[in-house]
């Protein structure tokens, strides 16, 4: 969607290396997510960030580490990729208090055989 | 952790007729949203209730958040092919950061 460019689209990896994820933002917003979403368990939210530098783990943390040093730029990254963490990831954002809305990326297809 | 049932998880039915998905919680919410995914995509807005009791309409799409803010349901009427999708129900609770979760998601059929 306009405003949030997800990177790359689709990868696969070997079991063991590192893969990160890119997620940019061109709307100013504040908050930024990472969630997975595999069948039957709908969208879980991995990490958060709630300024730069602020980040905060969600649900499905365990084997990924996030970084964001610009308000633009949220990191997703799997420091040793593991089969379980083949998934579609999607970024979002939002920017405003009380009712929260998300805006998301168009996901990033992750392979790791 | 907050859990959001959905139901059905999926849902085929004829064109025009009409169909209501559900969206459970045993937590109490300040804001409850619904999204539609279509293959390949991320999820897209349709609405977002905040008072309890409150109802929304979005042309043939009937959303109401419960009086205790803990479920909400989507009505639809008259569903066309265009209706597919996946249809998500997320949560937001207040007090703190805005994590926000997300249902189990029902998938919609709509066959011309």
């Known amino acids: 969607d306009a405003g949030i460019t997800q990177s790359p689209r689709h990868k696969v990896t070997e079991t063991g290396t590192p893969v990160t994820l890119r997620c940019h933002q061109t709307?100013?917003?504040?908050?930024m997510y990472w969630y997975r979403q595999d069948p039957g368990h709908g969208l879980r939210l991995i990490h958060y960030?709630?300024?730069?530098?602020?980040?905060d783990k969600g649900e499905v943390s365990d084997g990924y580490s996030v970084s964001r040093s610009k308000t633009e730029d949220f990191l997703l990254t799997l420091e040793s990729a593991t089969s379980s963490q083949t998934s579609v990831y999607f970024c979002?954002?939002?920017?405003?208090?009380?009712?929260?809305?998300?805006?998301f990326g168009a996901g990033s297809r992750l392979t790791v055989l | 952790t907050q859990l959001l049932e959905q139901s059905p998880q999926f849902l085929s039915i004829q064109e025009g007729e009409n169909l209501t998905v559900y969206c459970n919680s045993s937590?109490?919410?300040?804001?409850l949203q619904w999204y539609r995914q279509e293959p390949g995509e991320g999820p897209v807005l349709l609405v977002t209730?905040?008072?309890?009791?409150e109802v929304k309409k979005l042309k043939r799409l009937t959303f109401q958040f419960g009086d205790a803010r803990k479920d909400s349901s989507l009505h639809i009427t008259a569903a066309q092919t265009g209706d597919t999708g996946l249809y998500l129900c997320a949560g937001t609770n207040s007090g703190g950061y805005q994590k926000v979760t997300f249902g189990t998601g029902t998938k919609l059929q709509v066959i011309p």
């Open positions: 960030s709630y300024g730069v530098k602020d980040t």
């Open positions: 979002a954002i939002s920017g405003s208090s009380g009712a929260n809305v998300l805006t």
């Open positions: 709307e100013n917003h504040r908050y």
């Open positions: 937590s109490v919410f300040s804001s």
């Open positions: 209730v905040v008072t309890g009791g």
